[in-house]
């Protein structure tokens, strides 16, 4: 009897610690999801957003914005950036992380220098980048001039051939970082006996690579993988700062698209809409990420 009252009493405990997370989440978090998606369905403009008396206009904000060229330019922008940034930071973090898996003189203190681009508040990464490829005065065009490749200066973030791959090379710059400390650690995770005794056994680095180190990180690199794809899609700030979604919608994503509806336009049901799409297209990754990994535990 004073087992279970004494269960019960830390059951009620538990509750009273859980109790001011859930309020917030369902206050800062649940809420503004839940009225984005109310406010999706109907006629949201500047002259009826504070009014309650709005028109339920059903899928029209949807339907309006698939029919928006500048959308569909938003949502394969969007990809187009996040697979690019994918490629580079994962292969690039990848080697970094097999590099300082070994131990070696001053390898924790370059690591931690690395690790600074990651740290910078991302505004002031987008703002160095800016002044880095600027046309005038920037730094990569003087160390291209210099050495000769172009003969005068290029204007990267004015083009739309190479406004996207200068926020591709920024974003990277800052991924890198993070992919290497994620898969830093599942790397040291790994149980070294295993690789003496595939040693013994006569076992080449390939096939230690692909037969014990791919298999053993792949929870690993399914998490970096869907933190960065999460990460990166919803990008925001970074795209905003640099190229303000220009020249010409060249490197319009998602989130710039929405935030010029309801901030610039002040059609906050369309801006809704396309804040909604990004959430579903965010929600299905997760979904695929937790079926992975479920089918991988019951292995």
């Not at 187009?80 to 930071?89: A, E, F, K, N, S």
């Not at 690039?92 to 001053?106: H, V």
């Not at 690591?111 to 910078?120: E, H, K, N, P, T």
């Not at 995770?189 to 692909?210: H, L, M, R, V």
Request: aromatic share 16%; net charge positive.
């Amino acid at each position: 009897m004073q087992s279970n009252k004494r269960e019960k009493r830390e059951q009620i405990l538990g509750y009273f610690f859980i109790v001011p997370a859930v309020i917030y989440m369902l206050t800062f978090i649940g809420y503004p999801i839940a009225y984005n998606w109310m406010i999706s369905f109907q006629d949201v403009t500047a002259k009826t957003l504070g009014s309650a008396a709005r028109d339920f206009v059903g899928f029209d904000n949807y339907k309006l914005i698939f029919m928006d060229l500048t959308f569909r330019k938003a949502l394969l922008h969007t990809f187009v950036y996040t697979v690019g940034c994918l490629i580079i930071q994962f292969s690039l973090g990848f080697l970094f992380a097999m590099f300082f898996a070994k131990k070696f003189t001053l390898s924790k203190a370059i690591r931690g220098f690395i690790v600074i681009s990651w740290m910078l508040p991302v505004t002031v990464t987008a703002l160095v980048f800016k002044f880095m490829f600027a046309e005038s005065n920037g730094i990569i065009n003087a160390i291209l001039m210099n050495l000769h490749i172009i003969e005068q200066p290029i204007g990267w973030l004015l083009q739309g051939n190479t406004a996207m791959l200068g926020l591709i090379i920024a974003n990277s710059w800052v991924g890198i970082p993070f992919n290497m400390l994620l898969l830093t650690t599942g790397l040291n995770n790994i149980p070294g006996d295993i690789y003496e005794a595939a040693s013994i056994d006569g076992a080449s680095g390939t096939q230690k690579f692909f037969k014990i180190t791919i298999p053993l990180l792949k929870p690993t690199i399914m998490s970096v993988l869907v933190l960065g794809f999460v990460l990166t899609f919803k990008v925001f700030d970074l795209v905003y700062v640099m190229t303000g979604g220009g020249p010409v919608d060249a490197t319009e994503v998602l989130s710039t698209y929405s935030y010029k509806l309801s901030f610039q336009l002040f059609h906050f049901g369309e801006g809704a809409a396309a804040a909604n799409v990004l959430f579903v297209c965010l929600f299905l990754v997760a979904l695929v990420y937790l079926k992975t990994i479920s089918k991988d535990e019951v292995i």
